[in-house]
């Protein structure tokens, strides 16, 4: 059965192996693999994703083997990443409470959210992949937000990697704003594994230091009491499926959730790792 996967990238930077991971899955399955990002500029990976020389500092060893860095950099170079769809111009934003003509506006958001509804029915599924990128432009991004929306809603599976997770977690129905992962089991980037210092994006000279905000505990919140944070602080691989989302806390998780969302479309899996 032929399927077609929208991939979600940053324009500020994506680790180069979580995307990687997924397309060799996806590729060897035979599925389409769509890219967006969020104004339609062409993505590129992070520079130190495609050096196996890269240390990282909290686990004190490099995170990007040979072969991996000379399939990354394959990937970002080729034209697969050319031309992606525009969330901007794709999803509506919507409208301050303030702007003239409120109700009218507001009125016409949902409209076009409703498009955006029949829209997906051409995919199978979504894909938020990681890197330090998804903090600037994915994380809080009201139209990314609509479109994990509008997934759920349509009971689609959405893999989401790293500091991408966040989008899970932020993306919330305006009516009641209740997280979408209360009561589900996810995995992220652990406070363990968080930088000290050095967080970057791509094209931008700016080292933010540690990242802004600690995924781990925003999703120990969302998750609530009858959910769980996995950290698996020490396990070199943490990937959690508890339908329909898929998490994979960091770089080495990126080939095994690509696999398991896999699994998901082609035999059902709704459960692992917990």
């Known amino acids: 059965m032929s399927r077609t996967i929208l991939i979600v990238l940053s324009e500020f930077g994506y680790w180069g192996e979580e995307l990687v ?27 130190p994703s495609l050096d196996p020389g890269y240390v990282d500092p909290p686990l004190g060893r490099s995170v990007t083997t040979p ?23 794709w999803i509506p934003e919507r409208p301050y409470n303030s702007a003239d003509g409120y109700l009218r506006k507001v009125e016409a958001y949902y409209r076009e959210l409703g498009r955006v509804a029949d829209d997906i029915a051409r995919y199978d599924a979504l894909v938020i992949v990681g890197g330090s990128g998804p903090i600037v432009d994915l994380a809080n991004n009201g139209r990314v937000h609509d479109l994990v929306l509008a997934f759920v809603r349509a009971g689609k599976p959405i893999l989401a990697e790293c500091y991408g997770i966040a989008c899970l977690a932020f993306a919330r129905d305006w009516e009641d704003r209740a997280s979408i992962l209360w009561g589900k089991h996810v995995t992220g980037h652990c406070k363990e594994y968080d930088y000290k210092d050095g967080t970057g994006f791509f094209g931008v000279d700016f080292n933010m230091g540690p990242p802004p905000y600690p995924l781990e505990y925003i999703l120990r919140d969302a998750t609530g009491p009858d ?25 080495p998780d990126s080939y095994p959730a690509g696999e398991k969302l896999v699994e998901v479309l082609e035999s059902g899996l709704r459960r692992y790792g917990w």
Do not use: C, M
């Open 227 to 251: 959910g769980r944070y996995h950290g698996n602080v020490g396990k070199e691989t943490s990937v959690i499926v508890d339908y329909p989302f898929v998490t994979a806390r960091s770089t």
């Open 21 to 47: 991971g997924p397309l060799a899955a996806f590729d060897r399955q035979g599925y389409q693999s769509v890219i967006a990002t969020p104004t339609g500029k062409r993505a590129h990976a992070l520079p």
């Open 67 to 89: 072969e991996v860095a000379v399939e990354a950099r394959r990937v970002d170079e080729s034209n697969r990443l050319d031309d992606p769809l525009s969330l901007a111009d």
